[in-house]
């Protein structure tokens, strides 16, 4: 893809080069049917992506410069041989926030991700604001649209689809989906504490557009299950952030949009994470009953992934009740249900769930019971299974690992593990795994003398300083 030799002026969009390499490569297939060429190329690879139809037209259009990783890894097993720029996509570096325009000075982290840069450098962001407030001046839904800027970036369509999203209601859930998106992204690099306050507004934003009463048919619904998963995103950035009870008022408000909107997807996403915070919060009891209210729920929907995942919030809470016999039977069903594989019905948001998640949250199963040699072993799986992107991930099971080697008798290994985990936190801010390695540091204090130990310490009494 060559750029044109006229560049424009800072304030004047530049339309999206279609990328017509792409488009070759979709032959007489059509987009759904490419789409899902895609998600089967995927799954060959261990890989997960939601792609659809719109992924793809969006590609075609010149509105994806370059796919994320995952794509990318799909991508090059589907054409081997080829490079992104044969595929038609731009050189990564040239979508980091470094491209045709200076970046615009900010003090927040840039996501690991090129599909969704976080400085406004290039055209997207003024054809968005264009197509927001062209001829609607003054209405509630338009100004809302137009504050929609969470991480300084206006959000909204598409560019391709700027077109069509001239209504502000429309617009606007296209924005609420693109927030959804740029709030995990940035939370799987970098951890919750620093994103929650700044969170608040897009999700305040979605329920004003929402309250607008300006959507209708399939906008309305659209609007109404982004405004869901953002209550849920914004809770679990206050949970991640020790929050807690931010975080249950924001997954209620996400059950309560599901239930009004009969959206059974967005009900069971919300007990499930209802059944993971009371899991944390020391109401294990609570945590089995939401985790099996998601599964009702979740049953008639085709997943086994997610059926899987629920399985596993059903065993923390009856591990955290001490019953091993029940978490057992609970940790073979999720399992069972993993084995399955992935399927076309399986949630976007669960795309941070794979082999080193099951591996993670069966670790912590067996550290509630007491089992630290067991959990040591899985969570040092769920470490070295765990994709680099998921930098907070990392983290958190490298923390597991570390107070799991400390109450198994390995000093040495748990002030190692540890002081992984403190280097990670460079990059990651999550009271959580802050809160875990705090505990390991305890733990480790009567072994002081042993070798690494007291480097450990004193690293983490630095970081608390």
Do not use: K
């Amino acid at each position: 893809m060559t750029s044109s030799p006229y560049v424009p002026a800072a304030s004047e969009p530049q339309a999206p080069r279609p990328n017509l390499a792409f488009r070759r490569l979709r032959g007489q297939r059509s987009p759904g049917e490419f789409a899902a060429a895609v998600r089967r190329a995927a799954r060959e690879i261990g890989e997960r992506v939601s792609c659809d139809a719109r992924y793809i037209g969006r590609v075609e259009a010149g509105a994806i410069r370059c796919p994320n990783y995952a794509y990318e890894r799909v991508f090059l097993h589907m054409f081997p041989g080829r490079s992104l720029t044969d595929l038609g996509f731009a050189p990564r570096a040239s979508v980091r926030g470094r491209g045709a325009r200076p970046p615009v000075a900010t003090a927040h982290p840039r996501p690991d991700d090129p599909e969704v840069p976080e400085h406004t450098h290039h055209e997207e962001s003024d054809v968005r604001r264009r197509a927001f407030m062209t001829g609607m001046t003054g209405s509630t839904a338009t100004v809302a649209v137009a504050t929609l800027t969470p991480f300084g970036v206006p959000l909204g369509a598409a560019p391709g689809d700027a077109a069509l999203d001239r209504h502000p209601a429309r617009a606007g859930a296209g924005a609420v989906e693109e927030a959804i998106r740029r709030i995990r992204l940035l939370d799987d690099r970098h951890g919750g504490d620093g994103l929650y306050r700044r969170a608040a507004t897009p999700l305040r934003t979605a329920f004003e557009l929402l309250d607008a009463g300006t959507a209708q048919g399939d906008v309305a619904e659209r609007l109404t299950a982004g405004a869901g998963e953002l209550s849920i995103s914004v809770g679990w950035l206050a949970h991640d952030s020790g929050r807690f009870d931010d975080a249950r008022s924001h997954y209620a408000e996400a059950l309560a949009t599901s239930r009004m909107a009969g959206d059974e997807a967005l009900e069971a996403h919300a007990f499930c994470n209802t059944a993971f915070l009371a899991r944390d919060a020391g109401r294990p009891r609570e945590a089995v009953r939401a985790a099996q209210a998601a599964a009702r729920v979740a049953a008639p929907l085709g997943s086994p992934r997610l059926l899987s995942l629920l399985a596993l919030r059903e065993a923390g809470g009856w591990a955290g009740l001490g019953d091993r016999p029940a978490c057992e039977r609970s940790l073979a069903r999720a399992q069972a249900l993993f084995a399955r594989g992935g399927s076309d019905a399986d949630p976007e948001w669960m795309s941070f769930y794979g082999e080193a998640e099951l591996e993670g949250l069966e670790a912590q199963c067996w550290s509630a019971l007491g089992e630290w040699h067991r959990a040591a072993r899985h969570a040092r799986r769920a470490a070295a299974l765990q994709d680099p992107h998921f930098t907070r991930n990392i983290a958190l099971y490298t923390a597991e690992l570390a107070d799991d080697l400390a109450r198994s008798g390995r000093p040495d290994e748990a002030a190692d593990a540890g002081s992984r985990a403190l280097g990670l936190l460079r990059d990651v801010r999550s009271s959580r795994i802050e809160s875990m390695l705090a505990t390991t540091a305890r733990v480790l204090l009567p072994h002081r003398r042993a070798a690494g130990v007291a480097s450990f310490l004193e690293a983490h009494a630095t970081s608390r300083r």
